[in-house]
């Protein structure tokens, strides 16, 4: 089973942008679709993006589209967020996780991810 670990958050004022990393180990990496999520006090763990295993297919939540990219280095084991044109909105913990897929699948539902990070915090000031 692979284990993911998230890195690159931290406090950014609005219209700036981030990328957060997304290191896997112990696990085939290629073998795996990676995702990212977010969770602001009080709210639902939602979905911001989602990778295929090859990285030829992704998907964005409406609300991201057009801001964030997902995107992998399967040489490397990771998965980058960039973010881009950041709001106070998204502010909250990003999570990265895992689940092992079929090729070109791109998995939005988290109860399908069965690895996930620690989280790292993303703080947008207005």
């Known amino acids: 089973q692979v284990q993911v670990v998230e890195s690159g958050g931290g406090l950014v004022q609005a219209g700036g942008a981030l990328r957060l990393s997304c290191a896997a180990t112990?696990?085939?990496?290629?073998?795996?679709?990676m995702g990212w999520f977010r969770q602001a006090p009080g709210k639902e763990r939602e979905f911001v993006a989602g990778?295929?295993?090859?990285?030829?297919?992704?998907r964005n939540a409406d609300s991201v589209s057009g801001r964030f990219t997902i995107s992998r280095d399967n040489a490397k084991n990771t998965v980058y967020l960039q973010m881009n044109n950041l709001k106070p909105e998204d502010t909250a913990v990003y999570y990265c996780?895992?689940?092992?897929?079929?090729?070109?699948?791109?998995?939005?539902?988290?109860?399908?991810?069965?690895?996930w990070g620690q989280g790292t915090q993303v703080t947008v000031s207005s």
């Open positions: 996780a895992a689940a092992m897929t079929v090729p070109g699948v791109v998995l939005s539902q988290a109860y399908l991810y069965s690895n």
């Open positions: 990778i295929s295993r090859s990285g030829g297919n992704t």
């Open positions: 112990g696990g085939t990496f290629s073998r795996y679709g």
